[in-house]
């Protein structure tokens, strides 16, 4: 690394998440936070009542000796004291560990160990997560957040302490000391579909200019509402609630909800005038067939939807379009990046004369990458791929926010290289810069040294009116290594044929891409949270 | 400063000027950079061929043996060349120095000096300003920035070279490496009214920073068209080509001009679909008057002017908005705040009841700061003072683009107080954090252990009708420490009386705030910038 001339600017004024809630109480004291408690009643209180809140959780901090080194685990879903950890952690030097509720029981055993987490900040909701844990876990104790009193909650837990009791009597002003940037703020473990959690600390500095990522791309500002509709236990809530704080915008926190219960939330977003909101097409759905059922649709015109985790469907996109006028953006990331690595939001201008098809479906792309963050796609020597949109290869990310390794594991050099993270997932870049996935790397069909997307090739499948379901995988062959093979659910039980699946597949693929073999199944393997598992499709390939 | 766990994050990957071209160059290669030459022709360019250029350059800097350490000095216009040095300097990891034609000869000859200049690149318009230096500065060569053949220039200049012939054949790629990120990109040196330029040495990371506040916070993207009016020689021009650059925005560059030949640059704000520009008042005025004279008002409902170095006009502010729409944007900044320290743009949602006209007078606040810089009003004892838009005090700035020390200077102490720059400026903040400022230190009466504002008086004197002008200043006294005495010029030689005086200031200002006396004069004293020269007064009164 070169080294010039030294500046005699503030460079070591350390990027810390305590400066974005000090310039939010500073500058926007009486923006609203509006939340939903675990009774179902709504709160309001302000920047300037989170200030003093946060100063009184770093007091309470300080008294559990939780100082710079301690790791915090939170069980919680998106409550306004989970919003409060979110910047009271962080702001004593200690790290927030996020605690993914939805983890099978030894994995979260797992997490607390590994990361040596030494508190677990716990709502009343979900004590019976802690105490299922209790006996499995090497912690100094525990901390229960209700609304109740104290003397309400009864638990098998051992160090027991209550979030409001800590809090009260302590003073509403607390001195914030620098915190040298690269130390960690926060944790979370990534949850593959092989192997245990894996660890990734984003610095205080990463999540700044994550921050200033999030609130350029979005052209977030303190007129905008934004609601983390993401579970703050995924990913660093995608990192919008550090991004509504540091632009002053007003806040809805929605509290406890699933898909299933998930009315309220959109019913949120109208009333409160949210105009930014995250989540998974899975929760977005639901929100929309809810808006679809009001007497009068909402005017959401002003409202961006960062919808992550899968693509969103054309279906989600043009209905929010049409229905409100809200504008479903796609953001690609993991919880590696941050996660936010791209957005594809406002056509380019030099695209703007396409046909309206295909704009929509350009519009599925994960999009052009925001700036601070470096994506290249390469081939099996890792050599850089040109942006002609036809060469696929691994998509390579790297940045100020980007994991440079897994702490305390040893597959490190599997998953990176040269400072790049291997997101594992296979993609092109366009002429115009967009990035499009186009399969995970594991479920790639590398056949006669090209590769084949699976991904493709089902969408293509489906697109037949017999088929209702479809996955391609490939398996082993001698002489080309791998060889598509395609499994199809009918719709209502309609037999689908060969001829059927060539027939749909012809335009769009060459004769050597065609799947060998199209096998007709009832059902397709899917996971508990729903997602294809082509390890078991390869694994009952290979028994047969 | 508290330090935790380590993060795993990319948090060694460097916040470099050289990452936003990639970007640009990278994400949108066609986004054009529209230029104007010295032969007043325009000529098209874009990201893809800037990369190219500045990767010539590079090269073209090595064969010159400009290195990480050396510093390079500058005198050119708003041409792309001078774009190109603002990339081209710090990708080597060299320090690009600005010289601001508009100094004495005798301070330009000091800047040189005191910043150690190497090299300096001269556009063959300024061929006599670089002329009149060389037998005075001591620097290894110059470098001639021309479209002309070389052999059709002439010029005294020893060791001379010429830019394009330096470019000529040099490969199109060159392989940038990262820079330590608190290395100087940047230098440039301030003017006071008192004693010697000061250097300011703005580090990559500082403009950086600054480039994704200035994103932010005027929400720029690849769908704008920026153009800097600012000369380039000024205050980084007010980090203006970085936020360009960095958000992959079509850029206009005006070349050379000037406020009395300013008619084609507002022309090609309209032709070419400008949506930011900066400049101070004195461009922006008479580019509106150009405006009005042309046939149909341009719509540029979309546009925002950033104006900064004075308070820009209410007249101007209005003129714009009610003939084009165009928003003016107050910023305020200084060389020491790479600029952007406060902006004044979307009006908080809680003032949206006001009265229109205390609406724009709001608008002439200095504004809000912008995420990462910290502002505070002190007294005397630099204890912070209440935001309630009354308590006046000097302003302190702090933050990771704002100046820490002056290199090489001893005066650092009365400027610097604490990590925190004194900006010599003296204001108020209001309970919704608008920063008002309401006089400069050295102008602001001290009487009787209040503060009196010079500006405010001044500005109410000439709400009457006979003023034309009025300077406030303080003069010693022995029981107050300081009284205001107020000199008038009165409009079409009218007789203006202390009675008159009185009369308007009478509901504005306490009894005891009143001047003692009030001197007609025929005119005030001004520099030859037409700054009013409030030293040249105080000391007339001192002799008489």
């Known amino acids: 690394m070169l080294k010039g001339v030294p500046s005699s600017m503030g460079d070591e004024y350390p990027l810390n998440m305590t400066t974005l809630l000090r310039h939010a109480a500073g500058t926007f004291p009486t923006s609203e936070i509006v939340h939903r408690r675990l009774d179902e009643s709504w709160a309001r209180t302000d920047y300037a009542g989170m200030l003093r809140r946060v100063s009184q959780l770093a007091h309470a901090l300080d008294s559990l000796d939780i100082t710079p080194g301690t790791t915090v685990g939170v069980l919680d879903w998106n409550h306004l004291r989970h919003l409060e950890l979110y910047f009271g952690v962080p702001s004593v030097g200690a790290v927030m560990l996020q605690l993914n509720i939805r983890l099978a029981p030894t994995d979260l055993v797992y997490v607390v160990d590994h990361s040596e987490a030494q508190w677990i900040f716990v709502d009343e909701s979900l004590l019976s997560v802690a105490e299922s844990l209790a006996d499995k876990v090497n912690v100094r104790g525990w901390v229960v957040m209700t609304d109740k009193p104290s003397s ?15 809090l009260a009597g302590q003073s509403e ?7 040298e940037e690269t130390s960690a703020a926060y944790a979370g473990y990534t949850t593959g579909t092989t192997g245990r959690p894996k660890g990734v600390y984003y610095s205080h500095r990463s999540m700044y200019l994550h921050t200033l990522g999030l609130i350029s791309a979005l052209k977030i500002d303190y007129l905008d509402c934004v609601m983390p509709v993401t579970p703050m236990f995924h990913a660093v809530s995608w990192g919008f609630p550090q991004g509504a704080v540091g632009a002053g915008t007003k806040i809805v926190l929605p509290g406890r909800f699933s898909a299933d219960n998930i009315g309220f939330v959109a019913e949120a977003l ?8 995250n989540g998974a097409p899975a929760l977005f759905a639901p929100m929309l067939e809810y808006l679809r059922q009001l007497p009068e649709a909402p005017d959401l015109s002003n409202t961006r939807l ?7 469907p054309l279906s989600l996109m043009k209905g929010f379009s049409d229905l409100t006028g ?7 990331g993991a919880s590696e990046t941050s996660p936010l690595v791209s957005y594809n939001w406002r056509l380019k201008a030099e695209l703007a004369d396409l046909p309206e098809a295909e704009k929509w479906d350009l519009k599925r792309y994960q999009g052009l990458p925001i700036l601070g963050t470096e994506i290249k796609v390469v081939g099996p020597e890792n050599e850089e791929l040109p942006h002609d949109g036809k060469s696929m290869g691994e998509v390579l990310i790297r940045g100020p926010w980007i994991a440079r390794s897994y702490p305390k594991l040893d597959d490190n050099d599997e998953r990176f290289h040269e400072g790049w993270w291997r997101s594992g997932d296979v993609g092109v870049i366009t002429p115009e810069g967009y990035l499009k996935l186009t399969d995970r790397l594991k479920d790639v069909i590398k056949s006669g040294g090209e590769w084949i997307s699976s991904i493709d090739m089902e969408n293509a499948i489906m697109d037949h009116p017999k088929v209702l379901e479809a996955a391609v995988i490939g398996v082993p062959d001698e002489k080309y290594q791998e060889r598509p093979v395609a499994f199809v659910v009918g719709r209502d039980g309609a037999e689908v044929t060969k001829e059927d699946v ?28 729903g997602k294809l598992e082509k390890k078991r499709l390869r694994a009952e390939w290979q028994s047969n």
């Open 152 to 166: 309400e909650i009864s638990t098998s837990l051992e160090n027991v302490y209550f979030y409001e009791d800590l």
């Open 173 to 179: 002003e607390y001195d914030f000391q620098f915190i």
């Open 270 to 277: 109208v009333e409160e005038n949210v105009t930014v909101a």
């Open 306 to 312: 960062v919808s992550g985790s899968t693509e969103p």
């Open 326 to 332: 809200a504008d479903v953006i796609h953001g690609y």
């Open 502 to 529: 060539y027939e749909v597949l012809a335009d769009r693929f060459a004769k050597w891409q065609l799947p060998d073999e199209v096998v007709v199944s009832q059902e397709l393997p899917r996971t508990s949270v």
